[in-house]
């Protein structure tokens, strides 16, 4: 028998599929439910990213057009692929910034699991990117189940014309996730593929008591961690977060804070000091820690500086409130020393802060996230705690 080009491009598909799965597989460390590898095999992921994608930590720009194999090599990858950059806007090389991404395939199905949906639940999904997300749930669910939100407009129609091409029946909104979509709730289910710092009340008072919100953490310290919500049916919910993840934030929690257009002046005087406490062990490869302050200091910024050009100094890590008033400097001289020159500029004292967190999360036994939760209470506090609810994690600024 011999194979025309659409049999041959559904035996490709169907193989890459069959790859896809077998990563997400590994990575998650057991086979995926029936129902989701139903799924990814019936919501082939390339029909749902658009001709050009970009990929890598340097945003390059791969297109179907001038060079398919490869599209199709990321297409199948159990990797991230952006979808879109700055907004839609036109920009220079150098100033490249994700704006959408194809999460990768293994954090999605993680969320799925997470999510623990049910025959007959409604859930609504707020980013939804390019729908690959939504198709695979309304592909378990069945047509009518789904609705998602999407802020921007040009990723709407994209999203919309690719659900509609596979079928399913989910339903695109266009507009602002924030406010959620009460006329097709409530929700057995609600979930969030782009971060958050606080949780919008709105996903909340539209889940049935009992209902989960599943929301991606940011703060502006780190992005890190899942939170999984269990709705309380009296304005509050409350549950644990689990590791992995870095989401994009939920456009109007977004904060464009520069260090030296909105927060350094040339006439600040800071006060000079010596910390035996190094700036990498809060801010570098120790993601518990870098979590931990996030959820104590949830107002205070910050950004490494690499070679600052100042004589015997590496690295510098700004710290800045995110009121801009108050700002610190710590700085690594590339050595291995126990002594680190601080500066500090305002009303508070941020390092002094960081150092209060730090010593906080090394005295609890340095906690990874699986142990931290948050409850969200009817009036919208956010109060984190350690183990238990009755555990509160001191917030410090
Ligand atoms: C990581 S992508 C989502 C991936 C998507 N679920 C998929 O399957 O491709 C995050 C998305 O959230 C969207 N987003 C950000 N803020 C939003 C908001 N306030 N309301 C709705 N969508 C939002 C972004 O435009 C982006 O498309």
Redesign the pocket.
């Known amino acids: 028998m011999e194979l025309n080009a659409a049999d041959e491009q559904t035996a490709v598909v169907s193989a890459l599929c069959a790859g896809l799965l077998g990563s997400v597989n590994e990575s998650l460390g057991a086979p995926m439910a029936p129902a989701w590898e139903a799924a990814i095999r019936g919501v082939p992921r390339h029909v ?1 990213l658009p001709g050009t994608v970009w990929t890598g930590d340097d945003l390059v720009e791969c297109s179907r057009e001038t060079d398919p194999e490869d599209w199709l090599r990321h297409a199948y990858a159990d990797t991230a692929v952006v979808t879109q950059i700055n907004d839609g806007r036109a920009v220079e090389e150098d100033g490249r910034w994700a ?5 990768a395939p293994s954090i ?1 199905f993680r969320m799925l699991d997470l999510l623990d949906v049910r025959a007959g639940h409604r859930v609504l ?10 198709a695979l749930l309304a592909h378990r669910l069945g047509p009518g189940r789904v609705t998602t ?4 407009p040009a ?1 709407a129609a994209r999203a919309t014309a690719s659900l509609e091409g596979a079928g399913l029946g989910a339903r695109v909104i266009q507009g ?3 406010r959620g979509h009460a006329a097709d709730g409530p929700y057995d289910r609600v979930i969030a ?2 971060s958050v710092r606080t949780v919008p009340p709105a996903w909340i008072a539209q889940t049935r008591p009992g209902g989960v919100v599943l929301v991606p953490w940011d703060s502006p310290w780190f992005c890190y961690g899942l939170l999984r919500l269990t709705v309380d049916g009296y304005g509050g919910a409350s549950g644990f977060f689990s590791p992995h993840s870095a ?2 934030l ?3 929690q977004r904060t464009d804070l520069r260090i030296y257009r909105d927060v350094v002046d040339d006439d600040h005087v800071p006060v000079e000091s010596t910390t035996r406490l190094s700036p990498g062990a809060v801010a570098g490869e120790d993601w518990s820690a870098q979590f931990a302050i996030g959820l104590q200091l949830p107002h205070v910024w910050r950004t490494w500086h690499d070679d600052p050009d100042v004589e015997g100094v590496a690295s510098r890590l700004w710290l800045a409130g995110t009121d801009a008033t108050s700002w610190a400097a710590v700085d690594l001289d590339g050595r291995t020393g126990d002594h680190f020159t601080v500066w500090e500029h305002g009303p508070r004292r941020l390092w002094e802060a960081v150092e209060a967190a730090y010593g906080w999360w090394r005295e609890a036994g340095r906690p990874g996230p699986e142990r931290f939760g948050m409850t969200v209470t009817p009036d919208g506090a956010h109060v984190p705690w350690l183990d238990t609810p009755d555990s509160p994690v001191p917030v410090l600024l």
Do not use: P
Not at 125 to 134: F, K, S, V
Not at 149 to 152: K, M
């Open positions: 749902f704006s959408c991404s194809a999460s999605v999904e707020i980013g939804t990117g390019t729908g690959w997300n939504a939100i999407e802020v921007d990723l602002d996730g924030a593929t782009c989401f994009m939920l456009r109007g």
